[in-house]
């Protein structure tokens, strides 16, 4: 029985990533990835980039580290939240998936328009599943910041 919950529980997010990589490709207007070569390492790298801000940032929620959090937040979202404890609290109350998931999966990533779009998938303490797409912009020469963070809606998603 734990083990037909487990598999279902897999196949709907199999399904849920296959979704969003097409929905987010039509969507985007991103169905032509580049070919060349350097355009592909570009993209890889862009990747690996927006990853390792997105980690950072949530680690540094898991370890109540608001200040370290706040420094990935871009001059825009700053502007909104006018210092490390206000933007903490906004996180803690308003996103509870984000400040203390259980788990989170990257899945699409697209550089759109100038900004790294990088979806991801949160699952919360109570198992539920929610998606959201992080908006990273370019601030000054290799510092990529959050701008936004979108909730993608799904059938199978908490929101």
């Known amino acids: ?7 279902n529980k897999l196949v709907k997010l199999l399904a849920l990533s296959v979704a969003i990589f097409a929905i987010t490709s039509v969507n985007l207007g991103l169905a032509g ?27 540094a929620f898991q370890k109540l580290d608001i200040n370290t959090a706040y420094a990935f937040a871009s001059p825009f979202i700053k502007s909104k939240f006018s210092n490390a404890e206000i933007f903490g609290e906004m996180v803690r109350s308003g996103y509870p998936m ?38 990273l912009k370019k601030y000054s020469p290799g ?17």
């Not at 029985?1 to 598999?7: D, E, F, G, S, V």
């Open 1 to 7: 029985m734990l083990y037909n919950r487990k598999l």
């Open 33 to 59: 990835v580049p070919t060349k070569k350097s355009e592909k390492a570009s993209l890889i790298f862009l990747e690996a980039k927006a990853h390792k801000v997105i980690s950072s940032q949530i680690d």
């Open 98 to 135: 984000i400040w203390a998931p259980k788990d989170y999966k990257f899945l699409d990533f697209n550089f759109f328009n100038g900004a790294l779009i990088q979806r991801v998938l949160f699952v919360d303490l109570q198992e539920r599943i929610f998606v959201f797409d992080y908006e």
């Open 143 to 159: 510092r990529w910041l959050i701008n936004g963070v979108f909730s993608v809606q799904s059938s199978i998603s908490g929101v």
